[in-house]
C-alpha cells in the first residue's frame, strides 16, 4: 500500500483529505506545517507527498527546499488558483506537479496515481537505454552520463525517459504531459516547460556545456541523437 | 529645461536687466553734468593750482602782471590758462575754446565750487574770469601696442557696466531659474512615476539639503506617497487574505461533497435509489466551482488594477499565440457548429506576459463563441499599422451586438449586456482582457458593425 504524507495547515481538510485518501487504497498520514511535515518524513519514508504552499512556520516552497536537499521522492504541491509565481517556483525546485486549491479530492488521487504510477519501475520498459554517453535504467530509475549519476526528480526522469525513448523525433508537449505527468495538458499549463527547463540544465551540466535537447518551435522537444 | 524654467529665467533676466538700466540711467544724469563741466575747462588740480596763482598775480600785481604771466605761459607746452573779461573777451585775443562765452562763463561760475573758475575785478576795471582749457584738447594721444588709442573712450564708459550687469544678470537668472525649476521637475519625475504604479518613488533623497516651501512640498509628496503604498499594500494583503480564507472552506467543502460521493457509490443503496441527491450534489459542486472561479477571477483583476506584481514581458509571437487560442476557441464551438476563422499573419510579435496576453484575447473569443449564434462564424484578424508600429487585431462575432451606449460598459466589472439572455461567465472576462491590454500600453474598444455582431478590437505595440 503506497503512503502519502499530507501537509497542510488546514486540519478539517486534511482530516478530510485523508479519510478520503484511505478510502480510495492508500495509506495517508498529516501534518499541519512544515517543521512537522519535515519530522515526519525523517522519521518514515514515504511514496509521495502533498504539500501546500500557504502554511506557518515553514512554508510549501521552503518545505520542498529541504525535502528535495535529500530526497526526489514525488512531491504534488496545493498552490492557490492563479497564484502563478509559487506554481513556478514551486516547479522550478523540483515539484512533480502542482494542484490549484481548491480542488475535488478525484482529482486530486486522480494525480496521486499518475505521479506513483510513473515514479516506480515498471516491468515493460525494464531494459537499460544506452545512447552515447547516456545511460538510462528505467528498472532503478537511474540516469547516468559517461558513467556518473545524474539527480533528476521523478517527473524529470519521466520526461527524459519519454524523449530519449523516442530519440530523433520531436515529442509534443500534449504528449510529453501525457506520458510523463499522466494527465492532458490544461491550458496556460506551463508545467512542461519548466521541468524541461530543469532536465536541461541538468544534463547540460554534465555533458560539458552540450545541449541534448531542443525546443522545437510551436511543436515541443526532441532529444538529439 | 521644461518652460517653467524659461518663464523664471526671462522673468528675473529682464528684473535685472531693467535694474541695471535704470541704475546707469540715474548714474548717467549725475555724471553728465561733470562730464559737461569737465569739457569746457579742466578742473585738474593742477589747472586750479594755475587759477589760483593768475587770480593771485591779478590782485596783487595787476593786470599788467597777468598779461606778463600769460605770454611766459603761452611758450610752455601745457594747458593754458584764459583770462576773459565779460564782454568774452581774452587777454590775449586768442580765439576761446570750444564751448566757451559769456553765459557759459556766467553759468559755470555760479555752479561751481571747486575753485577751477574764478571771477576777479581787476585794476583796469573790468572783470575777468580765469579758468584753464580743457586738456583733452592739447594732452599728447596715448599708444597702446603702439596703435592710437581714441581719447574719447570714457565717453563709452557707460556701456561698459551696462554689457557687464547684463551678462551677470543673464548668468544669475539662470541660476535663479534652475534653482526654482529643478525641484519642480524632480517633483514632477516622481510624481509620474508614482502615476505609473511605481510607489517607491521618493523625493527626499534628490532634494537633500533643501529647507524652503518647495523641499517641504517634496517631503509632504514622500508621506503621501509612502501612505499611499502603505494602503495598497494593505488592500492587495486583504485581497488576498479573503480570497484565501474564502477558498479554505471552498476547499473542504469539495472534499466533504467528495467523500458524500466516495462512500455512498460503495456503502449507500439509498444513496443510489434517489436520484434527486445525486442531482443536488452535482449541483452544489458545480456551484463551489462557479464561486472558486470567480474568486480567482476577482484575485487576478484586483492585482491587475492594483499593478503592484510586475509584469514578466518576453517576446512573443502573436500568431503562434493566436493560433494555440483558435484551436482551443474552435474546439469549444463544435458543438453549436460556430467556426472561427483566422488567417495567420506570421513574424508579428509583441512583448508581452506570455500567460496574461493568452488570457486577455481567450476572454475575447469565447465571448465572441457564446454570444454567435449557431451554424455562424467568429472572424479573427490582424493587421500592422506600420506607421505607429502596432498590431490592430479584430475579432468580429454574428450576434446582435449590444446597444450603443453599452460599448464602454461592457469592459466594467460585473456589468452584462442586457441582450445577454443566456449569459453564463461572471461579468468579469472584459474587465480582465482591458487590465491586461493597458498594462501592455495597449487599448482595447468595441463597436457594433452593421449587418454583423460586434466586434472587439485590440491594438498593441509590436517590437521587431
Known amino acids: 500500500m503506497d503512503k502519502i504524507l499530507l501537509i497542510d495547515d488546514d486540519v478539517e481538510l486534511v482530516e478530510m483529505l485523508k479519510e478520503y485518501i484511505d478510502l480510495e487504497g492508500f495509506s495517508a498520514n498529516t501534518a499541519h506545517d512544515g517543521e512537522a511535515g519535515l519530522q515526519v518524513l525523517q522519521a518514515d519514508t514515504y511514496d509521495l507527498v502533498v504539500l501546500d504552499v500557504m502554511m506557518p512556520k515553514l512554508n510549501g516552497i ?42 475535488t479530492p478525484r482529482e486530486l488521487v486522480a494525480r496521486i496515481r499518475a505521479i506513483l504510477r510513473r515514479a516506480k519501475p515498471q516491468a515493460s520498459q525494464a531494459k537499460t537505454i544506452t545512447l552515447n554517453e547516456l545511460t538510462l535504467m528505467p528498472e532503478q530509475r537511474r540516469v547516468e552520463w559517461s558513467g556518473v549519476p545524474l539527480v533528476l526528480t521523478s517527473t524529470e526522469f519521466n520526461l527524459l525517459e519519454v524523449l ?62 | 529645461m521644461g518652460r517653467l524654467y524659461w518663464k523664471f529665467f526671462l522673468f528675473f533676466f529682464f528684473a535685472q536687466l531693467t535694474a541695471v538700466l535704470v541704475v546707469s540711467l540715474a548714474i548717467g544724469v549725475v555724471n553728465d553734468k561733470r562730464e559737461r563741466e569737465r569739457r569746457l575747462i579742466d578742473a585738474a588740480p593742477p589747472a586750479k593750482t594755475m587759477v589760483f596763482a593768475a587770480a593771485s598775480t591779478l590782485k596783487i600785481s595787476g593786470i599788467t602782471s597777468l598779461k606778463s604771466l600769460l605770454d611766459l605761459w603761452l611758450t610752455e607746452p601745457m594747458p593754458q590758462l584764459y583770462a576773459v573779461n565779460e564782454d568774452g573777451v581774452d587777454l590775449l585775443k586768442r580765439d576761446l575754446p570750444k564751448g566757451i562765452n559769456k553765459e557759459s562763463l556766467a553759468a559755470l561760475t555760479a555752479d561751481s565750487d571747486n575753485r577751477a573758475i574764478q571771477k576777479i575785478h581787476a585794476n583796469d576795471g573790468h572783470d575777468y574770469w580765469l579758468f584753464v582749457e580743457p586738456r583733452s584738447k592739447r594732452s599728447p594721444p596715448t599708444y597702446l601696442n603702439g596703435i592710437k588709442v581714441q581719447q574719447n573712450f570714457r565717453y563709452l564708459f557707460p556701456a561698459m557696466p551696462l554689457i557687464v550687469g547684463a551678462l551677470v544678470s543673464l548668468l544669475f537668472a539662470a541660476l535663479l531659474a534652475w534653482y526654482f525649476s529643478k525641484p519642480i521637475k524632480q517633483l514632477r519625475f516622481a510624481f509620474e512615476s508614482a502615476a505609473n504604479g511605481n510607489l517607491d518613488a521618493r523625493v527626499g533623497t534628490v532634494m537633500q539639503g533643501r529647507r524652503d516651501e518647495l523641499a517641504d512640498l517634496g517631503s509632504a509628496f514622500d508621506v503621501m506617497v509612502s501612505r499611499v503604498s502603505q494602503l495598497v499594500q494593505s488592500q492587495t494583503h486583504l485581497m488576498h487574505q479573503v480570497s484565501h480564507e474564502l477558498r479554505s472552506p471552498l476547499a473542504r467543502l469539495q472534499i466533504a461533497i467528495g467523500l458524500i460521493k466516495q462512500q455512498s457509490t460503495q456503502s449507500d443503496a439509498a444513496y443510489q435509489v434517489n436520484e434527486r441527491i445525486s442531482t443536488s450534489l452535482n449541483r452544489i459542486e458545480t456551484e463551489s466551482d462557479r464561486m472558486d472561479h470567480l474568486v480567482g477571477e476577482l484575485l487576478t483583476l484586483s492585482r491587475l488594477e492594483s499593478g503592484v506584481t510586475a509584469l514578466q514581458k518576453e517576446r512573443i509571437d502573436l500568431n503562434e499565440l493566436l493560433q494555440e487560442l483558435v484551436e482551443d476557441a474552435n474546439f469549444e464551438g463544435i458543438a453549436n457548429n460556430i467556426k472561427v476563422e483566422y488567417a495567420p499573419r506570421a513574424n508579428i510579435f509583441v512583448e508581452a506576459q506570455a500567460d496574461l496576453l493568452q488570457r486577455a484575447i481567450d476572454n475575447i473569443l469565447r465571448n465572441a463563441v457564446k454570444y454567435t449564434p449557431k451554424n455562424s462564424v467568429v472572424a479573427l484578424a490582424t493587421t500592422i499599422n506600420p506607421i505607429n508600429k502596432s498590431v490592430v487585431l479584430t475579432v468580429k462575432d454574428a450576434g446582435n451586438g449590444v446597444t450603443d451606449s453599452e460599448l464602454n460598459e461592457i469592459f466594467k466589472p460585473f456589468y452584462r449586456a442586457n441582450n445577454s439572455e443566456t449569459a453564463h461567465g461572471y461579468g468579469l472576462g472584459l474587465a480582465i482582457t482591458k487590465q491586461i491590454i493597458e498594462s501592455h500600453a495597449g487599448t482595447v474598444t468595441a463597436e457594433n458593425i452593421a449587418n454583423a455582431g460586434l466586434q472587439i478590437t485590440i491594438i498593441l505595440p509590436i517590437i521587431e
Open chain 1, 62 to 103: 521552503d518545505t520542498l527546499r529541504r525535502i528535495r536537499q535529500n530526497s526526489n521522492m514525488p512531491v504534488i504541491m496545493l498552490t492557490a488558483k492563479g497564484d502563478d509565481a509559487d506554481r513556478i517556483v514551486g516547479l522550478e525546485l523540483g515539484a512533480d506537479d502542482y494542484v490549484p486549491k481548491p480542488c
Open chain 1, 164 to 225: 530519449v525513448e523516442r530519440a530523433g523525433n520531436v515529442v509534443s508537449k500534449q504528449m510529453l504531459s501525457e506520458l510523463a505527468l499522466g494527465r492532458p495538458m490544461a491550458k496556460f499549463d506551463r508545467n512542461i516547460d519548466v521541468h524541461m527547463s530543469s532536465v536541461r540544465q541538468k544534463l547540460s551540466a554534465a555533458a560539458g556545456g552540450k545541449q541534448l535537447i531542443q525546443t522545437v518551435y510551436r511543436l515541443g522537444y526532441q532529444y538529439l541523437k
